[in-house]
């Protein structure tokens, strides 16, 4: 009624435990014909560190607690729940010797709810660690234990998982 232009981007947070944003969110962007652009693809890297890397990390860890992010990465993402969940996860990539980067890149490129024109915003702290990111992030073929175990992830961590509207 106010003749406003709608955004035709919006910025999230969403990877494989952060997909809250598909029950309510993803429907409204598609019929309003809005594209999502997701941000932390690695849940700001508690996806591919070990539950001891993340509990015990170093002062730059992002998880850091002195630090206002590492305390808010920390709120997010720092339940016995997760680590549990995770654990399980870092098992199966062992099991067919993937990283697990490259399992969250492929889950979000190929079976998530993103679309064409949808896009995956990387962020790194180096450039060693965005050719990483890049390399991680070319897609490659999962099987369905695989994909199997992104759901399991999410079942596990759903009802504690960050919203969309953070």
């Not at 591919?48 to 992002?62: N, Y």
């Amino acid at each position: 009624q106010n003749n406003y232009i709608l955004p035709s981007v919006y910025q999230g947070n969403y990877n494989a435990i952060t997909r809250k944003s598909e029950q309510e969110l993803f429907p409204l962007l598609t019929k309003l014909g809005i594209h999502f652009y997701a941000y932390s693809p690695l849940a700001g890297g508690f996806l591919v560190k070990t539950s001891d890397q993340i509990k015990h990390g170093q002062d730059t860890s992002r998880f850091n607690t002195s630090t206002v992010i590492g305390q808010v990465y920390t709120n997010l993402y720092c339940k016995q729940t997760f680590f549990s969940a995770l654990e399980a996860f870092h098992k199966r990539c062992e099991k067919y010797h993937i990283k697990p980067a490259e399992v969250c890149f492929s889950w979000l490129l190929n079976h998530s709810l993103l679309k064409e024109g949808d896009a995956i915003i990387l962020g790194a702290s180096s450039i060693e660690q965005l050719m990483e990111s890049i390399h991680d992030s070319r897609g490659i073929p999962l099987n369905a234990d695989m994909i199997q175990a992104l759901e399991d992830l999410w079942k596990v961590v759903q009802n504690e998982a960050p919203s969309y509207y953070i």
